[in-house]
């Protein structure tokens, strides 16, 4: 009888043996906690897409023009409709979606309603003082690399408007492009392919 199974208390002292071996490694109790972090983080994102916390601002309508440097100076975010555009060598790029950066009181406010290629090129957020089409020409070949690849950014995540026009330069007119809203009534007058029933031949 003295010798009796220590099955009763071999998992307790089992589990402590383990629990003491992670918590004897700081290295273990940092590895639990970034485990505990990411799988924090993990379920609240996957919380947050059920339920937006911001309410999603309303679509502005796309517009579709070319501007000067004057008339690019309005869309700076402090207009009623809100909207931000942003020039990139010459391309003028619509980003109201990205408005808590190029918006008012944003980090990269001094880029809204401008032509930021310059300040994008050479990092700096201070909006130039240089009045007049920034023709970009000074910049070395690194500046220019960099130019380019944030337009890729900014292409890639953002609408296109039109171009910046240089001093003298008449705006296109692209009154006869871009009614893709058309296209929907039209699309539905046409009968869908039904592929969901497998064809029996
Ligand atoms: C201490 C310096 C900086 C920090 C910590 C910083 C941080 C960040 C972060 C975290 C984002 C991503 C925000 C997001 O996607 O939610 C971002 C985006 C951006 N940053 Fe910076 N940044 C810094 C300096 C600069 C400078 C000097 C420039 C000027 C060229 C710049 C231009 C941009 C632009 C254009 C974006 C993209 C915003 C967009 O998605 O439209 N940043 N920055
Ligand atoms: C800027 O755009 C012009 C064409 O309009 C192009 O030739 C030039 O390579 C571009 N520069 C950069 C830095 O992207
Ligand atoms: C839609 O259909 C009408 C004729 O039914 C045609 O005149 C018009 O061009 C079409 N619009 C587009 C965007 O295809």
Redo the contacts with the bound molecule.
């Keep these: 009888m003295a010798d009796s199974p220590d099955s009763p208390d071999s998992s307790p002292s089992f589990l402590s043996g383990i629990i003491n071996e992670i918590f004897s490694s700081y290295l273990n109790i940092a590895l639990i906690g970034l485990i505990a972090f990411l799988l924090y983080k993990i379920v609240r994102s996957s919380n947050d897409t059920s339920t937006p916390s911001a309410p999603p601002e309303p679509e502005l309508p796309k517009i579709r023009r070319d501007f000067t440097i004057k008339e690019l100076k309005e869309f700076d975010g402090n207009q009623p409709d809100g909207r931000v555009l942003v020039a990139v060598?010459?391309s003028v790029y619509d980003v109201t979606k990205g408005k808590r950066f190029y918006g008012p009181g944003g980090p990269y406010a001094a880029f809204g309603g401008r032509d930021a290629s310059r300040g994008l090129a050479t990092f700096s957020v201070v909006s130039s003082d240089k009045e007049g089409y920034d023709d970009?020409s000074d910049l070395n070949s690194m500046e220019?690399d960099s130019?380019?690849e944030w337009?890729l950014q900014f292409k890639e995540k953002y609408e296109y408007v039109g171009r910046l026009l240089k001093p003298g330069e008449e705006p296109a007119s692209y009154s006869d492009e871009e009614d893709d809203n058309q296209q929907d009534s039209n699309a539905s007058n046409k009968p869908i392919n039904a592929d969901d029933k497998p064809k029996a031949e």
Aim: glycine share 14%.
């Design positions: 060598n010459g970009l220019m130019v380019r337009e």
